[in-house]
């Protein structure tokens, strides 16, 4: 079992910057592909970003390319989404989830094979 915990949410103004960080517990943390997914109100929750778990591959959102970079620290049993140029648009509940599966390619971008998720982090972005 594994708990995950996000932080580093807040308020922002357009064209700001924000690091939203996950603290897993336990010691398997670095055979997890993790991932980073957000829900606005009244939409579905969608696929933002994604990391395996040596960290040789990431998988980003089209239109968050460019603005935002996730990374790992397995020696911190941390994931971090580094979100840069934030738009109005990017107002969300940002949720970090990890999926047991090992593999060295691309990460999943498929909601429903990620295991384990935390309680998300509100981020919204000011006009």
């Not at 939409?43 to 960290?55: H, L, P, S, T």
Request: overall charge positive; hydrophobic content about 30%; some cysteine.
């Amino acid at each position: 079992q594994v708990q995950l915990v996000e932080s580093g949410g807040g308020l922002v103004q357009a064209g700001g910057s924000l690091r939203l960080s996950c603290l897993a517990s336990g010691s398997t943390f670095s055979r997890y592909t993790m991932g980073w997914f957000r829900q606005a109100p009244g939409k579905e929750r969608e696929f933002v970003a994604a990391i395996n778990y040596v960290g040789s591959k990431t998988d980003l959102l089209d239109s968050v390319t460019g603005r935002f970079t996730i990374s790992r620290d397995n020696a911190k049993n941390t994931v971090y989404l580094q979100m840069n140029s934030l738009k109005p648009e990017d107002t969300a509940t940002y949720y970090c989830a990890a999926d047991r599966v090992i593999s060295t390619g691309t990460p999943t971008r498929i909601l429903r094979h990620y295991d384990y998720w935390g309680q998300g982090t509100q981020v919204t972005v000011s006009s």
